[in-house]
């Protein structure tokens, strides 16, 4: 998918630009080979430049979901009542199993596209469905047709997974993984890669510390489901082994104690927290958000599965917001911190400032246009606050990633169709092989 034009110009929005340098207000972004190089007047632009009308709407930058397990996308909504125990069981023991190659692609691709129609243009894809190359191959291939800038978290098999998780597994990782990461050496493409390690709370500490020494030895991220209500300690033990690093990034981190995460905060990891399903999937804790504030993690929001949550970071911002206040948690929780949490924040937590998460010039062009001039969301008297409280992805009215218009005015753009008939015949095979678990 190739931009139109060499140059691009977002014109006549308010800019929100989570950058102190790019100050809010009305401005022209303008882009040229999928880098933003001012926004202001669009005195740069060239006279043929392809024009985006943002006249009445906001712009921002593209939203960035810090962890999801996209593979399960093609299943969403199933597990609306589900307990953590009743999640594991169905993915682990019954979906994971029985995924073929093209089911993979299937729900990877239909989950994000619907990331980008919601105006995430930055996901970080948990794929812990390494059943065969052809598994990972497909989980590939399914972010660089979508057109999302990708960050590939191969994860570990779904085959005998008692053989990969548990307190006492210390299988490695299929060796797999060294080819995958010479496939996504370029860490300046659009779909790159991390490890979704199994960390010390899903294996053995010698396949935990082997994890991590690894992710390192291949350059690497490393992002890892931590801080269950029955293994806490966990992060303090990372720490006391020199896992913790920059590169590390803790997932949910729901019952880590406040001095590991001051001890991670001062190592440079960063967390992730689903706000929606940890508040309403039994098991999996609450959201940790004031405390990885306190201690002073950078912190981003993330989906985590879309079988049990809404895809979309407006829901995810909110729900962070109303359990934020409704414990009375003390530390500030404000629109711009919201909003820093889905974008720069959650740049950083992806390993991707540098490249993504405001309108800063110089970035990769990854923005959205969000309509203000409609009844649900006039009279717009503090746009952040609005965007907050009241965006969500019917109000995203284009999405441009990479410099490329992935959504224009309100119609996705991509393999749409190719993706609604993969995750229909995907469906008939989960149907097939796992009989019962869907319903009639």
Known sequence: MMPLSNDLIVTGGHVIGMDPAVPDGPADVVVRDGVIVSVGPAAEASPDAEVVDASGCVVMPGLVDTHRHTWQSSLRHIGLDWSLMDYLGAAFLQLGPNFRPEDVYAGTLLGALGALEAGITTLVDWSHIQNTPEHSDAAVAAL??????????????????????????????????????????????RVTMALAARGPEMSAPSAARRDLLLARELGLRATMHVGSVDKV?????????????????????????????????????????????????????????????????VTGLSTDTEVATSGDMFTQMRSALAHHRFTQDPAPL??????????????????????????????????????????????????RAAVVLAGHPGLVRTVVCDGVVVKRDGVLAGPVGRAMEAAAASLAHIREAVPGLLGA
């Open 144 to 189: 660089r047709d979508s057109g999302i800038r990708g960050v590939f978290a191969y994860g570990w098999p779904q085959i005998d997974p008692l053989t990969w998780v548990g307190d006492h597994s210390d299988a490695e990782l299929p060796a797999d993984v060294r080819r995958v990461r010479e496939v996504l050496r370029d860490d300046t493409a």
């Open 233 to 297: 300690g966990s992060v303090g033990w990372l720490h006391d082994e020199g896992l913790l690093d920059e590169t590390i990034t803790l997932v949910h981190a729901s019952a880590t104690g406040d001095d590991e995460l001051k001890a991670a905060a001062g190592a440079g990891a960063t967390a992730s927290v689903s706000p929606f399903i940890e508040m309403t999937m039994p098991g999996l804790g609450t959201p940790a958000t004031g405390r990885l504030l306190r201690a002073g993690l």
């Open 334 to 383: 404000t629109a711009d911190g919201l909003l820093r949490m889905v974008t720069a924040d959650g740049a950083a937590v992806a390993g991707l400032s540098a490249v993504t998460g405001s309108l800063t010039p110089g970035k990769r062009a990854d923005l959205i246009v969000v309509e203000a001039g409609t009844p649900a969301m006039a009279p717009m008297l503090d746009p």
